[in-house]
């Protein structure tokens, strides 16, 4: 079946996700467009290292080409913000990115980008699911689309690359003089950011840089358990950072140079104080439900608001559209900007990151220091439990009134179930990609943080 989640629609390469059904969701791209935007333009076309990505990306292609509508189709592997720069920038109706982001190697995906380079809400992908299977997918050769030159192969880097170059303090971070270690974890993210600061004198290297669509046998999700070589040779090596960019290239996580794994939940709160501390960014600062604490405290104390909202970029998108931010993210790594695309990016998020280092005149490693040393410190994590019989039980999920002998002060139903107390959380959400619910856990200390985690996995078994 074709639906969509959280972000875009997923499946299995082989079983659901065929060339049949890519041109199925392609026919019906095309026929919301012809119906719903009075003569569509053009539709821009991206696609990740994922196996057959760029032959699925081909087939969509022909799909809408055999529709009468233009279609520039990306020459080589790209991330994804890559896609959403070009759709807002470069006049195109819709972005298409032929991608499963971090899910394993045998899915696939489709991503629809706005042409303001946002993440598809509920409301478009809802309005391009009535015209599924509505009429029969209709396809041209690639000869004959060249020919008619309704299909064109580009380069779309070049644009996005000046314009990085032009949104970041180059000339401050190219003074920085670091080690740097990028793990690719075999996706699309390439070496842009190096091109992007070649006039520097940081001394980069790249991990899992090479074509593998099988992605070592990891997830090319930027967590700690699938970053192990990154951690150990950083260590080992002296570098002073690390870098791991997820398989479409559009989520970030850290590696200080202890070998330290350094997640959204602190790389988001440093990043909003240099956005409003340095750049003089106005704006709030936007996160999910499953967020940490600690952004909301970080808000607090700049003086500005911090909006929540349900988990999916999709929806910190729209807080940009609505100028209520200058900084959003998500707990999986993703972060986006203002004056940029309402999307999220990992290759900006690094070079925000030097950036904030450069203007700081402090090392990664200094400044989470002091961020814990000011705000405290919370432990936060994220585990994963298989789905199987749960699928339509988690409303019979009992919820207790106390977490480990602390007062539940409010069950937050945003998405999924927070239960709250006055200085921790536990929260069950299912998963909108992948077959599994997710069970979050924040408090003061590593023991509690870790007992909420067995409680919340006691209490799912219990359905």
């Known amino acids: 079946m074709i639906k969509f989640g959280t972000d875009g629609w997923r499946a299995v390469i082989g079983e659901d996700f065929t060339f049949h059904n890519v041109r199925v969701v392609s026919q019906a791209v095309a026929d919301y467009l012809k ?6 333009k053009k539709v821009i076309i991206g696609y990740d290292t994922r196996f057959l990505s760029k032959e699925f990306a081909l087939a969509s292609g022909l799909t809408l080409a055999g529709n009468g509508i233009k279609v520039d189709i990306s020459k080589e592997s790209i991330p994804t913000p890559v896609v959403s720069f070009n759709a807002r920038y470069s006049g195109y109706d819709l972005g298409i990115m032929i991608t ?6 045998k899915f696939n995906g489709v991503k629809i980008k706005t042409k303001d380079g946002g993440a598809a809400d509920k409301s ?4 391009i699911e009535k015209f599924l299977y509505r009429s029969k997918p209709k396809t041209i050769s690639l000869r004959e689309a060249e020919k008619k030159g309704i299909l064109k192969v580009k380069d779309f880097t070049l644009n996005y690359k000046e314009f990085l170059k032009s949104f970041f303090d180059i000339k401050r971070i190219s003074k920085l003089r670091f080690k740097i270690l990028i793990d690719l974890m075999y996706g699309a993210g390439n070496s842009f950011t190096q091109e992007v600061i ?10 899992h840089k090479e074509f593998n669509p099988s992605f070592g046998g990891i997830h090319p999700e930027p967590v700690e358990n699938n970053l192990k070589e990154l951690i150990k040779r950083v260590k080992k090596e002296d570098y002073n950072l690390g870098v791991a960019l997820d398989g479409d290239g559009d989520r970030i996580a850290l590696v200080d140079s202890k070998g330290n794994f350094i997640n959204a939940q602190l790389i988001l709160p440093l990043l909003a104080i240099h956005m ?63 004056g940029y695309i309402p999307e999220r990016d990992g ?14 005149g402090k090392s990664l490693d200094s400044l989470i220091k002091e961020l814990r040393k000011r705000y405290g410190r919370w432990y936060y994590t994220r585990v994963s439990v298989s789905l199987g019989k749960l699928a339509k039980s988690m409303e019979k999920l009992k919820i207790p009134s106390k977490l480990l002998g602390k007062r539940v002060e409010r069950v937050n139903r945003l998405d ?3 239960l709250i107390t006055k200085d921790s959380w536990l929260m069950f959400r299912k ?6 619910v997710r069970i979050y856990a924040e408090a003061k200390t590593k023991k509690e943080r870790d007992e909420l985690i067995k409680l919340g996995t006691r209490l799912i078994h219990a359905l």
């Open 35 to 40: 119906k719903e935007i009075k003569k569509p």
């Open 100 to 105: 499963a982001s971090h899910n394993p190697y």
């Open 124 to 127: 478009l992908t809802d309005r």
């Open 198 to 207: 070649s006039s520097s004198s940081l001394a980069i290297d790249y991990l």
């Open 276 to 338: 409003i501390k340095n750049r003089r960014e106005v704006g709030g600062i936007g996160k999910t439900v499953v967020g940490s604490n600690l952004i909301d405290e970080v808000a607090l104390s700049l003086g500005v608001n911090c909006f929540e909202t349900p988990v999916g970029f999709k929806f910190i998108s729209n807080l940009f559209k609505e100028n209520l931010i200058c900084i959003g993210g998500e707990e999986a790594g993703g972060i986006g900007f203002k």
């Open 347 to 360: 290759a900006a998020s690094f070079l925000m990151v030097l950036e904030m280092i450069a203007y700081e």
């Open 416 to 418: 999924g179930i927070k």
């Open 431 to 436: 998963s909108g990609t992948e077959p599994i």
